[in-house]
């Protein structure tokens, strides 16, 4: 049986610099605005501490602004803040976030050696990049957290794909950039794992064992020479 893959899609499969830039610098001027007196170079340091040390969990980027916020701010101002950028956060997300380009041409090549999967707490929309570069076709299993109803780290939406996939967990590899939410989930339930650091999260550090991944790529180039040494 062919070994099954499994991707996440935000900064694995989906390049999401851009994005990350602009939303960086829109929280480090509002938060300017409504006077908190801070510099990039602590902004930095605070927003590193929160992603580094895993002070927010599986709801996504937009957590940082709360997070942000009740750090160096009087407290109420959390919910203001979050509901003045969050239209804003979304609507440009959709614009700037793209494919890595290595997935446009590794896609295909790995479909005629594995089987691949989708296991993501991302929404439909950034599914849909998959269709507009027309790889959907490409993937057996998407396994989406707003449909399961179960996100990652949560072994529920693993279960729903490792069961569609009908293959042993020991046949199937997991690809994502946490190592809280993508590789210890992964690792508990005896997949391997693949860690890529063209992300965000790249400053995450193993805090046990089950944090640790099998392999580790600096980018998606990467990652047939890493399969083909896992497959032989």
Known sequence: MRPFIFFDLGQTLIDEWSYVTY????LFQTLNDYGARIDQRNYYALRNDLVRNRKFGSSGFLEIISLMVRLILPRGYDSVIFDDLKTDLLENKRK??????QANYLIPLLSKKYSLGIISNN??????????????????????????????PNHEIFHKALLDSNSSIDNCIMVGDRLDIDILPANELGMKTIRTLDSLYKIQEPVNKKETPL?????????????SRISS
């Open 123 to 152: 929404s439909s929309g950034s599914a849909n990049l998959l269709v507009l570069n027309g790889l959907d076709k490409h993937f057996k299993i998407v396994c989406l957290a707003e449909d399961i109803g179960s996100r990652k």
């Open 23 to 26: 939303f960086d610098k829109l």
């Open 96 to 101: 700037l976030v793209k494919l890595f380009s």
């Open 215 to 227: 392999f580790t790529i600096s980018s998606l180039s990467e990652l047939p020479k890493v399969l």
